[in-house]
T-cell receptor, first 114, second 112 residues
Framework: KAGVTQTPRYLIKTRGQQVTLSCSPI?????VSWYQQTPGQGLQFLFE???????NKGNFPGRFSGRQFSNSRSEMNVSTLELGDSALYLC?????????????FGAGSRLTVL | GQNIDQPTEMTATEGAIVQINCTYQ??????LFWYQQHAGEAPTFLSY????GLEEKGRFSSFLSRSKGYSYLLLKELQMKDSASYLC?????????????FGTGTRLTVIP
């Protein structure tokens, strides 16, 4: 059973540009969540999608957005990149966003903003 | 809001036992997770506690006390491959099932 797949794994952008990151969840998983990981802040919740609907959103500016497709694949977009957006972006999937469902994480997309 | 504290770094000897503590404050506690993350890799699930007590899984055990807002991860018979970051995360019923609040992680170094 394939795990959570994130693409691209590494990317370098410059300030002001935009970036789109992709996440393919484990087959059968319908809930996808996104987290930002930085050395000082740890993992911080960005947003969660279930059945193509955003259920929750973390405390990030509107430059951060996402969507989920009918096949449960998800993308997140960051516009007008800032230096502080440099981070590891992790996607996690679960069967459903309830109860003791375990989040399974992908290896992440490491974004460097110059 | 939520607040999760765990030590930043720990060092232990191969074959020994190490306990990684996590304290939390949250208004709608609905479960606590421990994840292991090796450098450059995805966090992987270790354990889940929602009721008080000890959960054991091979060399790894996790304990929860909801009244004290406290959990620990116990690693026995340490191996070099256990060198990794260990992340404590809390689920809050008020903010959603998959909006986990993570501590900054404890970097464990196992030495020979």
């Amino acid at each position: 059973k394939a795990g959570v797949t994130q693409t691209p794994r590494y990317l370098i952008k410059t300030r002001g540009q935009q970036v789109t990151l992709s996440c393919s969840p484990i087959s059968g998983h319908r809930s996808v969540s996104w987290y930002q990981q930085t050395p000082g802040q740890g993992l911080q919740f960005l947003f969660e999608y279930f059945s193509e609907t955003q259920r929750n959103k973390g405390n990030f500016p509107g430059r951060f957005s996402g969507r989920q497709f009918s096949n449960s694949r998800s993308e997140m977009n960051v516009s007008t990149l800032e230096l502080g957006d440099s981070a590891l972006y992790l996607c996690a999937s679960s069967l459903e966003p309830t109860g003791a469902n375990v989040l399974t994480f992908g290896a992440g997309s490491r974004l460097t903003v110059l | 809001g939520q607040n999760i504290d765990q030590p930043t770094e720990m060092t232990a000897t191969e074959g020994a036992i190490v306990q990684i503590n996590c304290t939390y404050q949250t208004s709608g506690f609905n479960g606590l997770f421990w994840y292991q993350q090796h450098a450059g890799e995805a966090p992987t699930f270790l354990s889940y506690n929602v009721l008080d007590g000890l959960e054991e899984k091979g060399r790894f055990s996790s304990f929860l006390s909801r009244s004290k807002g406290y959990s620990y991860l116990l690693l026995k018979e340490l191996q070099m491959k256990d060198s990794a970051s260990y992340l404590c995360a809390v689920r809050d019923v008020q903010t959603g099932a998959n909006n986990l609040f993570f501590g900054t992680g404890t970097r464990l170094t196992v030495i020979p």
